[in-house]
Structure formats: structure tokens, C-alpha cells
């Protein structure tokens, strides 16, 4: 009695006696041996009330926690075990208010069973922590419009709670149960070092810390992501971490523009590097056997002028595939296409950005020479272009001249030659010549791409 008494300032203290009552539907009788004068303030009525009447305070009860109140009683009584439970009551005057019934069990001789308890009004706790579920969930809601999946755990419980925007990135579902060693499980395995030493490096903060990375995680499906992870651990009174709180953020997309990014500029080096080399090239050769700086000027340009017309093409295209046929127009309309015949097939054939920059100047190198030496220099003269036969993969093309004067060989390898070694072999292309007496022939085979 003395713990009930000294009880009485935190709710009402009271005694139960419960006794087996014989019968075909054997059950428990219930009276209040004592009630804390604290019952007035609790339940709307005196102590005398329900010490005179145990039925009405169990009629306070509202309906639908009847039926949970009896069960855990009848455990409580089954077991001889402590029984605590919550429930909703209406008071006399008709306010409906939460209470916490305790009581410790107590045996007697007789086959009886006193409760010492104490019922305590939690309302206003209960309502305090409907408010915090709403907060949370209102803060919730904020965070993940802006995409963002939130996360907390509480590292003295080890409880977890992940927002369902957070479970969807990680590709969970609302139900699925989520852990620290779940967490760990979707994180990549070449990553999870980084993501536990950089979590163990705020959390040893003095006050605790803020931390943020970047890491891959695999989702049950088998899918990789991308994630970037915020979080904040807040420590209690001892200095201990208490609390882990923070954002996740799918940046797989912002991933792979970066791969895609690195991927243009290696390329754009490579190609200013192809580019470098042969205009090097270009202004060497040129430079050979010419007698006047007039002379080397005028090749120069119209090399360098081919040379940006493939560009122009590569550029226009937007990185894709250019052409074949396109490739040829554009070097062989200086020299007029009405002495070029020109297969239409040649168009449905596409070859990489790289390979047409190379490509339109080779061609316009031979037809340069078809003017100077070769068909194109007689007005009968004609030039053949068409497609032959190559492995599957690849595509070749053949530039057959003919009405012109009589073709030898030259003594040594001329521009054509140098620009297949720069150009077109490191890309998997291959140029051959022949120096037939009735007109000069080249056979172009090269990698396609659709």
C-alpha cells in the first residue's frame, strides 16, 4: 500500500482484487479493494464510486478497447506477469481521454489475485507524439518533392525509419524491413569501406558531425545507382552518438553525364591530337617540291579547306555517323561532280566522325591529282566511285579513273600515303593503289558503324 500512497501525485493508485467465480462460464470477479483520491481529478468521479462499483470504471473504457483491455487482462491473470496497457476512456463528464493502467500481480492463498497499480493520464504524451509523427511526416513530404529520400536512426534503440521515397531509391518496398545491415548489403562492395569510415569519422566528432558522399548501391532487382548521401549525428548529454538523421538523392543520371562528359573530351583530345598531326603533315608534304611560296600557299589552303569541309559534315551530324556518300560530295564538288559518277548506295554506308575528316581529305588528295595528272586533266576523262565487296562490319569503296593519259608510278610514297598511316590505319582503315597504265585505281576499306 505504502508504493501506491506514494504514487498518488502521478495518477490514481489503486488495489484490484480479481477472484475465480465457479460456474459453467468460469471467470474472474473484480473490486476495488482501494482507489487514490487522485480518482476524482482522473476518472470524473470519486474513489467511492468505483470502490463501491468496479463496472464503472471498466465501462469508462471506450467499445472498441474493450475487447484488447480484457485480453491482456486475462493474459496478466493466465501468467501471474506485470500488465500495462493504454487505452482510450470516457470520463463522467464525457471527455474522452488516454490512460496507462499498470499493475504489478500478486498471489494469494485463497486462489484470489491483488493488482497494486496506478492509471495515469497520457493524453497530453500521446498527443505530443501524434505531433511529432505529424512533423516528421510533414518534413517528410517537403524534403522528398525535391527528390530526396529521408532517413533516421536512432543508434541507442538501433531503430531505423526510412521515408518511402528513400526505400524506392534504394528499391524497397513500403513494407520491406529495413537495418543498418541492410543498408550496408545494397551498398556496392567496393564501396562500403568508404561509407562506414566516413559515417565512423562523424560520428566521432566531439559534438557530433556532418558528412556527405557519394556511393553506387545495387538494388534487389540487380540495378546499380548512383546516391549521394547527406547526414547529420547529433550526440546526448555524454557525448555519445545518439542520433543519425539525413537525405539520400539518386545521381545516377548526373553519373553517367559525367562518364559522358569525360568520354567527349578524351575524344575531342584524341581527335585534336589526329587533327595536329595532320596538319603537320599536311603542311610537310606540301611543302615538298614546291619551288614558290605563291605554290605552297595555294596547295595548303586547298587542303586545309577539304579538311574543314569533312569537319562542317562531322559537325552538322551532331557526332553521329556521317555518310559515305556525303563524305564524297562534299571533297569532289570543287572539282565538279559532272565528271564523278557517284553510286547512290554509297549513301545508305556511315562511317565514324573521326574516320570522315581523314576520309574527305584522301579523297580529295586523289581527285586533286585526277585533275593534275590523272583522268580529270582530259576533258574525256572520267572518274568511277562505287562500292565493293567487304567483310561483314566493314565497307570499301573503289576509285577507278579512266580517259586520261597514261598512268606510271610515282618514285616515292606522296601525301595519300602519309595520310593512311595517320589517319585511316589507327581507326582499322586500309587504302590500296594501283598505277595501271589505262587510269589510276584505289580500293578504300574501312569500319562502318549504324
Known amino acids: 500500500m505504502r508504493w501506491s500512497t506514494d504514487a498518488t501525485a502521478l495518477g ?18 473484480r473490486r476495488f479493494v482501494f482507489a487514490g483520491p487522485r480518482c476524482l481529478g482522473v476518472n470524473g468521479v470519486g474513489p467511492e464510486v468505483i470502490m463501491g462499483d468496479a463496472q464503472v470504471f471498466f465501462d469508462m473504457i471506450l467499445p472498441e478497447h474493450r475487447e484488447a483491455y480484457a485480453a491482456a487482462e486475462a493474459q496478466a491473470l493466465a501468467e501471474l506477469k506485470p500488465f500495462d496497457v493504454e487505452v482510450a476512456m470516457r470520463r463522467a463528464d464525457g471527455e474522452v481521454r488516454w490512460h496507462r493502467v499498470a499493475a504489478l500481480l500478486r498471489a494469494q492463498p485463497d486462489g484470489s489475485v491483488f493488482w497494486d497499480g496506478l492509471q495515469i493520464d497520457v493524453t497530453d ?59 550496408l548489403e545494397l551498398v556496392h562492395p567496393d564501396d562500403r569501406n568508404d561509407v562506414r569510415a566516413t559515417f565512423i569519422a562523424a560520428r566521432d566528432q566531439p559534438d557530433g558531425g556532418v558528412y556527405s558522399l557519394e556511393h553506387r548501391i545495387i538494388t534487389p532487382a540487380g540495378e546499380q545507382r548512383w546516391i549521394q548521401a547527406h547526414g547529420s549525428i547529433a550526440t546526448n548529454a555524454d557525448g555519445e552518438a545518439r542520433l543519425a538523421v539525413g537525405t539520400s538523392l539518386d545521381i545516377t543520371e548526373r553519373k553517367a553525364a559525367e562518364e559522358r562528359r569525360a568520354l567527349l573530351m578524351g575524344e575531342l583530345a584524341h581527335r585534336a591530337k589526329n587533327g595536329i598531326a595532320i596538319l603537320m603533315a599536311i603542311v610537310s608534304q606540301t611543302a615538298r617540291g614546291q619551288e614558290t611560296v605563291e605554290g605552297f600557299l595555294e596547295l595548303i589552303m586547298a587542303r586545309l579547306q577539304a579538311m574543314a569541309d569533312s569537319q562542317d559534315l562531322v559537325t552538322e551530324a551532331g557526332g553521329r555517323p556521317v555518310p559515305l556518300g556525303d563524305v564524297l560530295a562534299r571533297a569532289l564538288t570543287p572539282f565538279g561532280l559532272g565528271r564523278v559518277d557517284l553510286e547512290p548506295e554509297m549513301s545508305e554506308v556511315t562511317l565514324r566522325g573521326d574516320m570522315a575528316i581523314g576520309m574527305g581529305l584522301l579523297v580529295h588528295e586523289m581527285a586533286t591529282n585526277a585533275v593534275k595528272y590523272g583522268s580529270l586533266s582530259a576533258s574525256s576523262g572520267r572518274v568511277a566511285v562505287g562500292l565493293d565487296a567487304a567483310p561483314e562490319g566493314r565497307a570499301a569503296f573503289t576509285w ?51
Open 12 to 29: 490514481m493508485a489503486f488495489v484490484l482484487e480479481s477472484r475465480p467465480v465457479a460456474g459453467v462460464n468460469q471467470g474472474w470477479s
Open 400 to 450: 577507278r579513273e579512266a580517259g586520261g593519259p597514261r598512268v606510271s608510278p610515282p618514285e616515292k610514297p606522296g601525301f595519300g600515303t602519309r595520310l593512311l598511316q595517320l589517319v585511316l590505319r589507327p581507326q582499322g582503315g586500309d587504302v590500296s593503289f594501283a598505277f595501271d597504265p589505262d587510269g589510276f585505281r584505289a580500293r578504300v576499306e574501312f569500319p562502318t558503324v549504324r
Open 125 to 183: 504524451r500521446r498527443e505530443m507524439a501524434a505531433a511529432l509523427v505529424e512533423q516528421r511526416r510533414r518534413l517528410e513530404v517537403a524534403v522528398e518533392a525535391t527528390g530526396l529520400g529521408f532517413w533516421e536512426w536512432d543508434l541507442e534503440a538501433n531503430r531505423v525509419h526510412w521515408s518511402d521515397r528513400n526505400r524506392a531509391l534504394f528499391g524497397l518496398g513500403p513494407d520491406d524491413p529495413v537495418s543498418v545491415q541492410r543498408y
